[in-house]
Nanobody, 121 residues
Framework: DVQLQASGGGMVQAGGSLRLSCATS????????IGWFRQAPGKERERVSC????????FYEELVNGRFTLTSDIAKSTVYLQMNSLKPEDTAVYYCAAEWFQCGSKSFDYWGQGTLVTVSS
């Protein structure tokens, strides 16, 4: 079975940090980019960042650039999103997704369930 399991969400004060995990199984991780998206209440889903597993190259949207960092642990088939200097506007449900071949292909084969991040002011 293919699985992407996002975890690590929680409540944190502004300026704090959280690390989200996306544990994957059932497919060859090297063939994909793993992206993180978020959706805040009443807003559309937006891309946060993405990492090409094959070369570990990561991409970040402007809103999180410099604050969020993507890493991958191939042995554990897990991608991590380290979120620092969190702001109330980062509050959202965060999802990970497997993007076929590389980040930007827009061919999303698999999605994980969301994990809620709440940042208080």
């Amino acid at each position: 079975d293919v699985q992407l399991q996002a975890s690590g969400g929680g409540m944190v004060q502004a300026g704090g940090s959280l690390r989200l995990s996306c544990a994957t199984s059932g497919f060859n991780l090297d063939d994909y980019g793993i992206g993180w998206f978020r959706q805040a209440p009443g807003k559309e889903r937006e891309r946060v960042s993405c990492i090409n597993i094959s070369d570990r190259k990561a991409f970040y949207e402007e809103l999180v650039n410099g604050r969020f960092t993507l890493t991958s642990d191939i042995a554990k088939s897990t991608v991590y999103l380290q979120m620092n200097s969190l702001k109330p506007e980062d509050t959202a449900v965060y999802y990970c997704a497997a993007e076929w071949f590389q980040c930007g292909s827009k061919s999303f084969d698999y999605w994980g369930q969301g994990t809620l991040v709440t940042v208080s002011s």
